[in-house]
Nanobody, 124 residues
């Protein structure tokens, strides 16, 4: 069982930065891949980024490539999403999720555990 808690969301101006954190409970967290997804009002859940269990492989949606960076610190049971050059269209609730296969995916149904989400609002 893994429990995930996101933090770091907030209100930021366009062009600004935020760093989201996903803190996990559970001794086996290092075996899980972790993904970040987002959902804006009236829109479907959207893949943002993922990192494999080892941290050696990362994946990004085209819309955030070059602006967002996902990383993990398994010693702290935490995954981060550094978001730079934020745009109004990045406004959404951001969720982290854990995949016990360790591989990660852009498909949300691949993930076994989800956090409650953190709101990111980018003003233009």
């Amino acid at each position: 069982q893994v429990q995930l808690v996101e933090s770091g969301g907030g209100l930021v101006q366009a062009g600004g930065s935020l760093r989201l954190s996903c803190a996990a409970s559970g001794r086996t967290f290092s075996r899980y891949a972790v993904g970040w997804f987002r959902q804006a009002p009236g829109k479907e859940r959207e893949f943002v980024a993922a990192v494999r269990w080892s941290g050696g492989s990362t994946y990004y949606a085209d819309s955030v490539k070059g602006r967002f960076t996902i990383s993990r610190d398994n010693a702290k049971n935490t995954v981060y999403l550094q978001m730079n050059s934020l745009k109004a269209e990045d406004t959404a609730v951001y969720y982290c999720a854990a995949d016990n296969s360790g591989l990660g995916s852009s498909w949300f149904k691949r993930y076994d555990y989800w956090g409650q989400g953190t709101q990111v609002t980018v003003s233009s």
